[in-house]
């Protein structure tokens, strides 16, 4: 599954490049932000990061939605033959590369339960390395939570403090 994943993020980069039309790479962005969290969600066993991470990229993006929509034209999504044939090529070559890489994952030491055992034996049995990432407010890290929440605030009154509400939108009507 998490490699069916890491090839859709690869296909999606892959598709932004033929892509001129600015709403269409958000709806892109958006997909890839989803895909990541979901990623990122299966690899420490809780969601709680992965919630977060999303909810702070779609904030952005529906900043930049509003800027771009006010500037953007009324053009229609265009792609021509040739894209369509590379596009073509990079779906064939992400479906071959999971149905390929199945039989390559099992051969893989870290799939090895020799191996697993040995890491899980030797290099992880001190208590310093089962952190997990849901303690997120303990007290080890409540200085560097302080210093970002700060940080974040500062910003905050900077951007606030820079941006003139007098000088209008972007875009004027006309």
Same mark, same amino acid.
């Given at each position: 599954?998490?490699?069916?994943?890491? /090839?859709?993020?690869?296909?999606?980069?892959?598709?932004?490049?033929?892509?001129?039309?600015?709403?269409?790479?958000?709806?892109?962005?958006?997909? $890839?932000?989803?895909?990541?969290?979901?990623? +990122?969600?299966?690899?420490?066993?809780? #969601?709680?990061? !992965? #919630?977060?991470?999303?909810?702070?990229?779609?904030?952005?993006?529906?900043?930049?939605?509003?800027?771009? +929509? !006010?500037?953007?034209?009324?053009?229609?999504?265009?792609?021509?033959?040739?894209?369509? +044939?590379?596009?073509? %090529?990079?779906?064939?070559? %992400?479906?071959?590369?999971?149905?390929?890489?199945?039989?390559?994952?099992?051969? /893989? %030491? #870290?799939?090895?339960?020799?191996?697993?055992?040995?890491?899980?034996?030797?290099?992880?049995?001190?208590?310093?390395?089962?952190?997990?990432?849901?303690?997120?407010?303990?007290? $080890?890290?409540?200085? *560097? *939570?302080?210093?970002?929440?700060?940080?974040?605030?500062?910003?905050?009154?900077?951007?606030?403090?820079?941006?003139?509400?007098?000088?209008?939108?972007?875009?004027?009507?006309?």
């Amino acid at each position: 599954m998490k490699l069916l994943l890491m /090839n859709f993020i690869l296909f999606t980069c892959m598709f932004m490049m033929f892509i001129k039309h600015p709403l269409a790479l958000g709806i892109l962005i958006l997909i $890839q932000t989803f895909i990541i969290c979901l990623l +990122s969600g299966m690899l420490t066993d809780t #969601y709680w990061f !992965s #919630y977060i991470l999303f909810l702070i990229f779609v904030g952005g993006i529906l900043v930049m939605f509003i800027y771009i +929509s !006010s500037i953007a034209s009324n053009e229609l999504f265009k792609i021509n033959f040739m894209d369509k +044939s590379i596009l073509l %090529f990079f779906i064939c070559f %992400f479906i071959l590369s999971y149905y390929f890489s199945n039989d390559l994952l099992t051969s /893989n %030491f #870290y799939f090895n339960n020799e191996m697993y055992n040995f890491f899980n034996k030797y290099m992880f049995s001190n208590n310093e390395f089962n952190f997990n990432l849901s303690k997120l407010y303990n007290e $080890q890290t409540f200085l *560097l *939570l302080m210093m970002l929440v700060l940080y974040l605030f500062i910003t905050l009154i900077a951007v606030v403090k820079i941006t003139n509400i007098f000088k209008g939108p972007l875009r004027s009507n006309l």
